[in-house]
């Protein structure tokens, strides 16, 4: 595709609306816009931001049609080019009639996601707030939402460019140091003070890589795990929390083997909640599978539910890998005293502290930091250079420490930076932006 050409597209979703948009970009997108409309107050020859109403002579179409035009003039606008809207009554024969008026005069029709496209090459924004963009678009509920307008704000990007001039610092310093040994104004690089750098950068990219690894996920919703000992009423709080039987429910210990999963609304936050055996030492290797199955589950949660049934009584409590949990007492009607405080009292039979349990899901997952911050196109793109930066990292960490030379350590941090610049888009191939544009609807 040429970026110089005019483009235009319908920039409003498909079927009738109070108003529809045909959205142009490039040099002629000013005048192809202006070229047939009549504003209701005089026009200047426009320089500036400008937003008129009035009548606009479209092709085919009689009388005049009601409009307004809107003009933002380059290089402050989303792609970096002229950018011009024009405004009409919604209706899709009216909306095409107006784009085949557009493309007759000189405009093309735009690609999927080349607004977008256009707005990353210009410098205007970044490939990871790009990718924010398709997240908003493809946002189902109130979490990815936000976790993509945070994204779009420069959530991940500003964090990871930071990272990457720092890196770069220090790879200046230390070939400066090669090229200049004898200057005495060249400042020899602290090894120790580097090293330990490089081995904090390595673990903040390896807690962001693992958060990628929690979102790359095809539905995208938080996971919710119910972990606990055998026969602690996990199953049955799992399809209480349905809304039906979906789990096989017995008094006998050690019933579920697999897990199961299903999506249930919490509060007005969706979801995937996941039902796993209990937590016991595996006596055979049917019970050792179901095990890993437990703890691959669990490593994979946004929020863990930690099940007890009632009395809550002294127990194990660990919380060495950080995540989030909810301590939950199951079969409260069962029990012949109530506890006062501690965990969340629930009842699958009855269904007694069911809404507190899931008001409790949702504001853990909405105020904690998991893996739902991240959109998941951005999981599935950065991941392997996140993990090949971190490689890079802990290389030359290593090489500091067994003495190797500046040229060593410079290599592996130059590597680190490749792969960061791969994450925000400094360093970008057509098949990256192919993959991640064609995903794009036409008209963003």
């Known amino acids: 595709m040429d970026i110089l050409e005019t483009i235009a597209a319908i920039a409003t979703p498909p079927g009738p609306s109070a108003r529809g948009i045909v959205r142009l970009s490039g040099s002629r997108a000013w005048p192809i816009a202006i070229e047939t409309f009549h504003p209701d107050r005089p026009w200047p020859a426009p320089r500036y931001p400008e937003i008129g109403s009035g009548k606009l002579a479209i092709d085919g179409l009689t009388p005049r049609l009601p409009a307004m035009v809107a003009l933002w003039p380059a290089p402050r606008t989303y792609t970096g080019q002229a950018i011009a809207e024009i405004h009409v009554v919604g209706s899709p024969p009216i909306l095409d009639l107006l784009l085949t008026h557009c493309l007759t005069r000189g405009a093309r029709p735009a690609e999927p996601g080349e607004f977008t496209l256009r707005g990353f090459l210009s410098g205007r924004i970044d490939l990871t707030r790009a990718e924010a963009v398709l997240g908003v678009i493809e946002a189902t509920n109130a979490s990815q939402l936000d976790a993509a307008l945070q994204q779009l704000a420069g959530g991940l990007s500003g964090p990871i460019l930071a990272l990457r001039d720092r ?202 930091d998991s893996g739902a911050n991240l959109p998941i196109g951005t999981a599935g793109r950065c991941r392997g250079s996140l993990l090949a930066a971190i490689e890079a990292l802990r290389s030359g960490s290593e090489s500091i420490q067994i003495g190797a030379g500046d040229e060593l ?36």
């Open 167 to 368: 890196i770069l610092d220090v790879v200046a310093g230390l070939e400066a140091s090669l090229d200049f040994v004898d200057e005495p104004d060249v400042d020899p690089v602290e090894r120790s003070i580097l090293s330990a750098g490089l081995d904090e950068a390595a673990d903040h990219l390896t807690d962001l890589a693992r958060r990628l690894d929690d979102r790359n996920r095809p539905e995208g919703y938080p996971r919710v795990v119910l972990v606990g000992p055998p026969n602690a009423g996990k199953s049955r709080l799992f399809n209480a929390l349905l809304g039906r039987d979906r789990a096989i429910v017995s008094p006998m210990a050690g019933t579920t083997r697999d897990y199961l999963t299903a999506l249930v609304a919490c509060d007005g936050l969706t979801v995937e909640l996941v039902d796993t055996a209990g937590i016991e030492e595996a006596a055979d290797a049917l019970e050792s599978r179901a095990q890993e199955h437990r703890a691959r589950q669990s490593d994979r949660a946004d929020l863990l539910l930690d099940c007890w049934p009632a009395p809550w009584g002294p127990r194990p409590v660990s919380n060495r890998d950080g995540r989030p949990r909810l301590h939950v007492e199951t079969r409260i009607d069962e029990a012949d005293r109530r506890v006062a405080s501690g965990p969340i009292a629930t009842s699958s039979k009855t269904g007694e502290g069911l809404a507190v349990l899931e008001t409790a899901i949702a504001e853990a997952l909405r105020n904690g």
């Open 409 to 444: 350590i410079a290599f592996d941090l130059r590597l680190a930076v490749e792969e960061l610049g791969k994450v925000v888009g400094a360093v970008v191939t057509d098949d990256i932006l192919d993959r991640i544009f064609r995903r794009f609807c036409i008209g963003k």
